[in-house]
């Protein structure tokens, strides 16, 4: 059921290792994101200020739905998906599963890192990969 987030953390510790960057990982569910109460606040406060990337993933069909970054705050960049109408938005299950990673002290990287999982990971809303099977 979680081989994608198996596979993108295992993609992530070879990433991180290989440029000798510092990450940490949260894993939050999509509908404990978007509850109210002083937990969800505290769920929010383990990224919402920090650069790095997120991870989307499908729980139902075990794939990647869409990875995205940011340098400097992730979580403005995630509220955008998870509250406001949009591509990723407009799939979204309470159940689906979204990976943090926060790159505190090598945010410059964020940019290197999305790129490299999007290449590695082909999720299912990114533009490349959408412009990518239009083509085919």
Known sequence: MYRALSKTI????????QHRIEASFNIHQ???LRSDGDET???WKTFEKNPGVYVIFDVSDRQVHYIG???QDIGTRLYNWLFKE???N???LSTDIILTINLNEESYMSP???SFLIGHLGPSLNIRNIRSKEER
């Open 90 to 92: 407009n799939v979204l």
């Open 41 to 43: 606040s505290a769920r």
């Open 30 to 32: 999509v509908g404990d």
């Open 69 to 71: 970054m940011s340098e």
């Open 10 to 17: 295992n993609e992530v510790v070879r990433f991180t290792n």
């Open 112 to 114: 290197a890192l999305e």
């Open 86 to 88: 949009n591509k990723v």
